[in-house]
């Protein structure tokens, strides 16, 4: 472990929460094809992102998710079988969303550190799902890109939480079940845990992360026990 971390942030969707009970939704509203919906519009949803922010034609991630989910429904030729209240259904799907079942555990076991959540997710859907999640209290902030107008990987998105927490990068301990989320936090000067929940390879940009766990608890044994007291 790298010494001096005081604080961790952690991305939002597919770390903390768990993108399945969008999949859940998508299922309900179309049997048979809602883990091919639900793919196709996570992936549209972080290349609009992306796209957005090298074209410099920022849109709140809200707005970003809407897209994404009208192209993924137009792919798939469902978009006839998905009228404007299904959609809405659709989209709340990222308002009550779950979290994993290591989460809890994991934040109260990190308690000694301030804890932040920064994420492309606009305030809005932050706040209500980690009200929904029952996550209210857990940490000192909750950071969204919305305030600097341009999504992760930008250096601009990952300062926020310097700026928010008052700390340097080299006390920032930064965790993200996305590599590429990763890659842009350890270029800033972060700390990096890359949770790597779906067993996928590293991808190829040149950075690693310091440490890697298949799932959130194990960032606990990577930063350690906190130091015995001297009194």
């Given amino acids: 472990m790298k010494p001096g971390i005081q604080a961790i942030a952690f991305d939002a ?14 299922e309900r509203k179309f049997p048979g094809r809602g883990v091919e919906l639900s793919r196709l519009w996570r992936t549209k949803q972080l290349e609009y ?12 991630f809200w707005m ?18 998905c009228p404007p209240q299904a959609r809405e259904e659709l989209m709340e799907s990222y308002l009550h969303i779950d979290i994993f079942s290591d989460v ?25 799902a980690v009200e929904s999640a029952g996550l209210n209290g857990v940490f000192t902030d909750v ?4 305030e600097v107008k341009i999504y992760k990987t930008s250096p601009r998105a990952y300062g926020l939480v310097l700026q928010r927490l008052g700390i340097p990068n080299s006390a920032v301990a930064f965790a993200s079940s996305n590599f590429w989320d990763i890659a842009g936090a350890k270029s800033f000067g972060f700390w990096t845990c890359w949770v790597n929940r779906g067993k996928l390879p590293e991808e190829e ?18 930063l350690g026990e906190p130091a015995a007291s001297s009194d």
Avoid: H
């Avoid at 770390?15 to 998508?26: E, K, P």
């Avoid at 957005?52 to 849109?59: A, D, H, I, K, V």
């Avoid at 950071?143 to 919305?146: A, E, G, K, L, R």
């Fill in 13 to 26: 969707y597919g770390t903390l929460f768990d993108l399945y009970s969008v999949t859940a939704v998508c």
């Fill in 49 to 60: 992102t992306w796209l957005r922010s090298l074209s410099g034609q920022y849109e709140d």
């Fill in 64 to 81: 970003v998710t809407r897209s994404a989910l009208a192209f993924a429904c137009r792919s798939l030729n469902l978009n006839l079988a």
């Fill in 104 to 128: 809890q555990p994991t934040l109260a076991k990190l308690s000694r550190f301030r804890l932040a959540i920064l994420s492309n997710g606009s305030p809005r859907m932050l706040s209500t």
């Fill in 143 to 146: 950071i969204s890109v919305d």
């Fill in 205 to 222: 940009l040149g950075v690693m992360p310091d440490v890697t766990v298949p799932t959130l608890d194990g960032l606990v044994n990577a």
